[in-house]
């Protein structure tokens, strides 16, 4: 059976179509956009050393080839993974060399830059300094905690956020009419579902979009030129059953995930954790609801809850899939079963809905700043009571604007650790 992907050349679709100018880069608006600062530096031929950062596939490594293809700069790309000391002393000799030749500067890309320890990092610093070369990092990882301070601040931070729905299927579509991909010619079909579960499937990441679409195009039969449902089953198995096109299905499971850990049950919060990772979530959004439903429902009946729910969206950061998985569920389990408070949110509600709906009056002046010069003969501080100067740190004053000074926003709930509020509230 003859096959659409025979007499293809081998090198990867995603290089095969990687844009070489800004026109036809897709995505990234925010930084690439007409009049964005990185934008007119490129065209300037101005380009300061930089470190992108974003997540797999959101074009860190397309936009630093169309940098060096739209400047005079020798372009240097090496992989921090397999480069040591030895490939970048070589490297700066050679940008001295082509400076001194009147060759121009050097723009040296490290993939993965994250991946250097501090001594080969510390080795780019006097030569970005001094103009031998313009560093263009890319990483993954969050630049403040992976990469020293010295060469942040000699390099500027450009964000790439992850690449939307819209502008997948964008990438998706254009591989398939592009003269480079080798389908120009074949005029393949892709189905509307099929379409979305490959976008679905990526998750924002165009490199994975694009070998997907690869695969389903070799699966086609050179008489059936149109992808479909079906083909990439064959490709991606039956996870794409699990994509629903409108979202119900998502945000069905989002919601029985949050409210499984708000009514304390382990075991159905773990098993919608579950569906939510299967599906291909973002961890990211997942530690946000875990960290939400932390206070939320929790609050103040464990204090613990949100240290563990906030200490987990920080380790999954650092850790990633799969590991992250094991993080997510300690956090979801240790939820489910703290005990359960939402006097906290009831409280900043209230509080909120009382400045919407009511003359609240002003600060008091015994609680106004009185640090700076000539307010206290306007009374500013005048009559403030340091609690520190009383035992056991308190004294009884009020802090309530006088229009308000019966109010009362936090209730504690006679539930786990905040029992011991009831005395004070």
Same mark, same amino acid.
């Given at each position: 059976?003859?096959?659409?992907?025979?007499?293809?050349?081998?090198?990867?679709?995603?290089?095969?179509?990687?844009?070489?100018? $800004?026109?036809?880069?897709?995505?990234?608006?925010?930084?690439?956009?007409?009049?964005?600062?990185?934008?007119?530096?490129?065209?300037?031929?101005?380009?300061?050393?930089?470190?992108?950062?974003?997540?797999?596939?959101?074009?860190?490594?397309? $936009?630093?080839?169309?940098?060096?293809?739209? !400047?005079?700069?020798?372009?240097?790309?090496?992989?921090?993974?397999?480069?040591?000391?030895?490939?970048? +002393?070589?490297?700066?000799?050679?940008?001295?060399?082509?400076?001194?030749?009147?060759?121009? +500067?050097?723009?040296?890309?490290?993939?993965?830059?994250?991946?250097?320890?501090?001594?080969?990092?510390?080795?780019?610093?006097?030569?970005?300094?001094?103009?031998?070369?313009?560093?263009?990092?890319? !990483?993954?990882?969050?630049?403040?905690?992976?990469?020293?301070?010295?060469?942040?601040?000699? *390099?500027?931070?450009?964000?790439?956020?992850? $690449?939307?729905?819209?502008?997948?299927?964008?990438?998706? #579509?254009?591989?398939?009419?592009?003269?480079?991909?080798? @389908?120009?010619?074949?005029?393949?079909?892709?189905?509307?579902?099929?379409?979305?579960?490959?976008?679905?499937?990526?998750? &924002?990441?165009?490199?994975?979009?694009? /070998?997907?679409?690869?695969?389903?195009?070799?699966?086609?039969?050179?008489? /059936? #030129?149109?992808? !479909?449902?079906?083909?990439?089953?064959?490709?991606?198995? /039956?996870?794409?059953?699990?994509? =629903?096109?409108? &979202?119900?299905?998502?945000? =069905?499971?989002?919601?029985?995930?949050?409210?499984?850990?708000?009514?304390?049950?382990?075991?159905?919060?773990?098993?919608?954790?579950?569906?939510?990772?299967?599906?291909?979530?973002?961890?990211?959004?997942?530690?946000?609801?875990?960290?939400?439903? *932390?206070?939320?429902?929790?609050?103040?009946?464990?204090?613990?809850?949100?240290?563990?729910?906030?200490?987990?969206?920080?380790?999954?950061?650092?850790?990633?899939?799969?590991?992250? +998985?094991?993080?997510?569920?300690?956090?979801?389990?240790?939820?489910?079963?703290?005990?359960?408070?939402?006097?906290? @949110?009831?409280?900043?509600?209230?509080?909120?809905?009382?400045?919407?709906?009511?003359?609240?009056? !002003?600060?008091?002046?015994?609680?106004?700043?009185?640090?700076?010069?000539?307010? #206290?003969?306007?009374?500013?501080?005048?009559?403030?009571?340091?609690?520190?100067?009383?035992?056991?740190?308190?004294?009884?004053?009020?802090?309530?604007?006088?229009?308000?000074? =019966?109010?009362?926003?936090?209730?504690?709930?006679?539930?786990?650790?905040?029992?011991?509020?009831?005395?004070?509230?």
């Amino acid at each position: 059976m003859e096959s659409l992907f025979q007499n293809l050349n081998v090198k990867p679709l995603a290089e095969k179509v990687r844009p070489l100018t $800004l026109n036809d880069y897709i995505g990234q608006k925010n930084i690439i956009g007409r009049d964005s600062y990185l934008r007119r530096m490129i065209e300037a031929d101005i380009i300061p050393s930089m470190i992108l950062y974003g997540p797999p596939g959101s074009g860190k490594t397309t $936009l630093a080839k169309i940098i060096a293809n739209m !400047t005079n700069c020798k372009f240097i790309s090496i992989n921090a993974v397999s480069s040591g000391v030895t490939e970048l +002393r070589k490297i700066i000799s050679e940008a001295k060399d082509a400076l001194r030749f009147g060759q121009g +500067r050097s723009i040296v890309f490290i993939d993965e830059i994250h991946r250097f320890n501090k001594g080969q990092q510390d080795i780019l610093l006097p030569f970005i300094e001094n103009g031998t070369i313009i560093l263009i990092g890319a !990483t993954t990882e969050n630049p403040f905690f992976e990469i020293n301070s010295p060469l942040l601040s000699r *390099a500027k931070i450009i964000r790439l956020e992850k $690449l939307t729905e819209n502008d997948l299927k964008d990438i998706i #579509k254009r591989a398939l009419t592009n003269a480079n991909s080798d @389908y120009g010619n074949l005029k393949i079909i892709i189905e509307d579902e099929a379409l979305q579960a490959i976008v679905t499937y990526a998750n &924002g990441d165009a490199r994975i979009a694009l /070998n997907v679409l690869e695969q389903a195009v070799a699966m086609c039969e050179a008489e /059936n #030129k149109e992808i !479909t449902l079906e083909v990439l089953r064959l490709v991606i198995g /039956n996870v794409v059953l699990k994509f =629903d096109k409108k &979202g119900d299905q998502h945000f =069905d499971v989002v919601s029985a995930f949050i409210k499984s850990m708000r009514g304390s049950d382990a075991d159905a919060a773990v098993h919608y954790l579950a569906r939510l990772l299967e599906s291909g979530e973002e961890v990211k959004f997942i530690a946000r609801r875990i960290i939400i439903c *932390a206070t939320e429902d929790v609050g103040n009946a464990d204090p613990m809850a949100l240290v563990i729910a906030n200490s987990a969206a920080q380790a999954v950061h650092f850790v990633g899939l799969p590991e992250a +998985r094991i993080i997510l569920a300690q956090a979801v389990c240790y939820i489910a079963k703290a005990p359960k408070s939402n006097s906290c @949110y009831l409280a900043i509600d209230a509080a909120i809905h009382d400045l919407q709906t009511k003359n609240c009056g !002003t600060v008091p002046e015994h609680l106004r700043d009185a640090h700076y010069a000539g307010v #206290k003969e306007f009374g500013h501080g005048e009559g403030y009571l340091y609690p520190h100067d009383y035992p056991e740190g308190y004294v009884a004053q009020k802090y309530l604007p006088e229009q308000i000074s =019966d109010a009362r926003y936090y209730k504690p709930k006679d539930i786990g650790a905040e029992k011991k509020y009831l005395d004070k509230a």
